[in-house]
């Protein structure tokens, strides 16, 4: 597997661009967090098997990283599930999921026009996983710390 570096190297190529890089860390943890929603309301174990897998990927580059991603994922599942409890309609749970969802790769692709360069998974889909740890990256070289 390559190192954590080297990945988060070549996704800052094509995320140069100051605007482009301001809706990458709005629109990335929003597309995050509305994929565990829509998933959740389809089937709560799916999501949680499917977010083991995520953070095993994380782990396998950083355990900081690993920590700062399960923190995250931890706290949407909260608020997902909390959400449930509070509206007992799926339907209408994963519309709004849905709709933060397209919102957010509406972002994603207007910020590539921008950049005038494409999104980094078209090449690999494992950057998908890549997005959130280079927007993790950057909270953490803000709070003066490395993943």
Known sequence: ???????????STSHQNPV??????????????????????LSPILTLLLL????AFYARLS???FLLMSLFSVLIVAVVWSLSMMVDSPLLQAGLYFGLFVIGWIGQFYGHAVEGK??????DLQFLLIGPAWCAEYMMNKLG???
């Open 1 to 11: 597997m390559r190192p954590l570096q080297d990945w988060l190297t070549e996704y």
């Open 20 to 41: 482009n890089k301001r809706i990458h860390w709005l629109c990335v943890p929003l597309i995050t967090a509305s994929i565990i929603g829509l998933l959740w309301t």
């Open 52 to 55: 083991i897998l995520a953070m």
């Open 63 to 65: 355990s900081r990283l």
């Open 118 to 123: 494409k999104p980094s998974f078209f090449k």
């Open 145 to 147: 710390m490395r993943l």
